[in-house]
T-cell receptor, first 115, second 113 residues
Framework: AQKITQTQPGMFVQEKEAVTLDCTYD???????LFWYKQPSSGEMIFLIY??????QNATEGRYSLNFQKARKSANLVISASQLGDSAMYFCAMRGGTSYGKLTFGQGTILTVHP | KAGVTQTPRYLIKTRGQQVTLSCSPISGHRSVSWYQQTPGQGLQFLFEYFSETQRNKGNFPGRFSGRQFSNSRSEMNVSTLELGDSALYLC????????????FGPGTRLTVT
């Protein structure tokens, strides 16, 4: 079984500043993937970034980077140079190496970017 | 390349009715997963199909069912609708390996009255 914990119900950041959204996970699978998604008020789940458990380097995608600390079982999302359009709900999720199709999600963090 | 598409986008049904939702995956993706999102329970996995076979399922009653066609398009059906079935239903597709990136569609918002 997998479990994702996001301890920040809401976060505020000033435009152009960086922000870190926390995520810790628990799993007994030796191989797994960690994902971050953005969900604006429209409801669509937008894929942001992926980190495999055996990846040696932290994943980066444009302004998004994933701070992966395997020993601490954390996979924090860092958004650099925040923009007003980044205001949304952010979900951390994971899938075990044998969990076909099944993502386990955290409860989400609402990010608000102030001008 | 077109993304995941879902139809319809919005539905209003009455208790006791049944509903069918459709999902077309990204071209070349053979796995389709379905999720239910509610304010109280968050995002919950319903089931996953690959090459017309259900490979995984979540903890939902038998009123929730699905299928996948040879072109990888998938449908989910909810019979005997209950008020608690009101939710955003999301489908997602991958190429099929367990650790593939998973891309979501825009969702179908179902309201049961």
């Amino acid at each position: 079984a997998q479990k994702i914990t996001q301890t920040q119900p809401g976060m505020f950041v000033q435009e152009k500043e960086a922000v870190t959204l926390d995520c810790t996970y628990d799993t007994s699978d030796p191989s797994y993937g960690l994902f971050w998604y953005k969900q604006p008020s429209s409801g669509e789940m937008i894929f942001l970034i992926y980190q495999g458990s055996y990846d040696q380097q932290n994943a980066t995608e444009g302004r998004y980077s994933l701070n992966f600390q395997k020993a601490r079982k954390s996979a924090n999302l860092v958004i650099s140079a925040s923009q007003l359009g980044d205001s949304a709900m952010y979900f951390c999720a994971m899938r075990g190496g044998t969990s076909y199709g099944k993502l386990t999600f955290g409860q989400g963090t609402i990010l608000t970017v102030h001008p | 390349k077109a993304g995941v598409t879902q139809t319809p986008r919005y539905l209003i049904k009455t208790r006791g009715q049944q509903v069918t939702l459709s999902c077309s995956p990204i071209s070349g993706h053979r796995s389709v997963s379905w999720y239910q999102q509610t304010p109280g329970q968050g995002l919950q996995f319903l089931f996953e199909y690959f090459s017309e076979t259900q490979r995984n399922k979540g903890n939902f009653p038998g009123r929730f069912s699905g299928r996948q066609f040879s072109n990888s398009r998938s449908e989910m059906n909810v019979s005997t609708l209950e008020l608690g079935d009101s939710a955003l239903y999301l489908c997602a597709s991958t190429q099929g390996s367990p650790l593939d990136e998973q891309y979501f569609g825009p969702g179908t918002r179902l309201t049961v009255t």
